[in-house]
């Protein structure tokens, strides 16, 4: 009998506003045959599809400040039960844009499957030594406890150790290996252009062996499409124009400007 398909993102606080769960969800839809559940961990389900289940963020009292500096909620993944969710689980960050199929994250196999981040996660180079990146990863929902555990012992000695909670995913998991690099790329690193160039040149098109294309950090997806004349990206980077091919996502699931 085959693994339960589960696609699991987070929403908490002011920063994402239903509607981006709500085209993440319909993404999953185009991009992934169905039978698959579609779960949102949140304390403010209020916008969402009725379609997508939706069940309570972990409570691991974490202080306020952890809920910006670092996505540290998202180690409530790996509670030994997660509301009696079973099978294979994809979690993506809600700022991904999914522009392939879906299928490959589930038939890889792996016992926990993540990006291959770090300061050499860009075009053209060769990441000699990948730090984990946990905006797209997938394992076995339960099978990796110690995870939780090993912060809940100490959380104090686990901020003062390390910076963000892919550190210590990476610190505590076990048999971590990487999806392939054209998989998950970046979008500040892989297909934006260099600082003064980008004032005059697009961004690049996400390459055809691309799934999903990862807008960590700043700009987010929503920043680029044209909502306001503000330009977008930081110093020393520039971007001022909507970009089409993202635009077009958002508008054709079901984002209202």
């Keep these: 009998m085959s693994r339960e398909r589960i696609?699991?993102?987070?929403?908490?606080?002011?920063?994402?506003?239903?509607?981006?769960?709500?085209?993440?969800?319909?993404?999953?839809?185009k991009h992934l045959a169905p039978p698959f559940?579609?779960?949102?961990?949140?304390?403010?389900?209020?916008?969402?599809?009725?379609?997508?289940?939706h069940f309570p963020l972990p409570d691991l009292d974490l202080p306020p400040e952890r809920y910006g500096a670092g996505a540290w909620p998202k180690l409530g993944m790996f509670k030994e039960d997660l509301y009696g969710l079973t099978g294979r689980a994809l979690?993506?960050?809600?700022d991904s844009v999914i522009v392939g199929r879906l299928e490959p994250f589930f038939e890889m196999e792996g016992?926990?499957?993540?990006?291959?981040?770090?300061?050499?996660?860009?075009r053209g180079k060769v990441n000699a030594a990948?730090?984990?990146?946990?905006?797209?990863?997938?394992?076995d929902l339960g099978?990796?406890?110690?995870?939780?555990?090993?912060?809940?012992k100490d959380k104090e000695a686990a901020y003062a150790q390390f910076q963000n909670e892919q550190q210590v995913i990476e610190h505590y998991v076990r048999g971590w290996k990487t999806w392939p690099e054209e998989w998950v790329i970046s979008f500040k690193r892989h297909l934006r252009q260099p600082p003064i160039l980008d004032r005059f040149l697009p961004p690049r098109a996400p390459d055809p062996g691309t799934l999903i294309v990862a807008f960590h950090g700043d700009p987010r997806p929503i920043d680029v499409i044209g909502r306001t004349s503000k330009p977008w990206g930081r110093f020393p980077h520039y971007g001022r124009?909507?970009?089409?091919?993202?635009?077009?996502?958002?508008?054709?699931?079901?984002?209202?400007m």
Excluded: H
């Design 130 to 139: 990948p730090r984990l990146a946990s905006g797209v990863f997938a394992f």
């Design 7 to 29: 696609v699991i993102c987070m929403k908490w606080g002011a920063l994402y506003p239903g509607a981006y769960v709500n085209v993440l969800f319909n993404a999953v839809r």
């Design 37 to 53: 559940r579609f779960v949102c961990l949140t304390n403010e389900p209020e916008g969402l599809d009725p379609e997508i289940e």
């Design 241 to 256: 124009k909507p970009i089409p091919w993202v635009r077009d996502y958002w508008l054709e699931n079901g984002f209202r």
């Design 111 to 122: 016992e926990f499957i993540s990006i291959a981040g770090g300061p050499d996660w860009r």
């Design 143 to 152: 099978s990796q406890p110690q995870v939780l555990e090993n912060f809940l």
């Design 91 to 94: 979690f993506i960050d809600l």
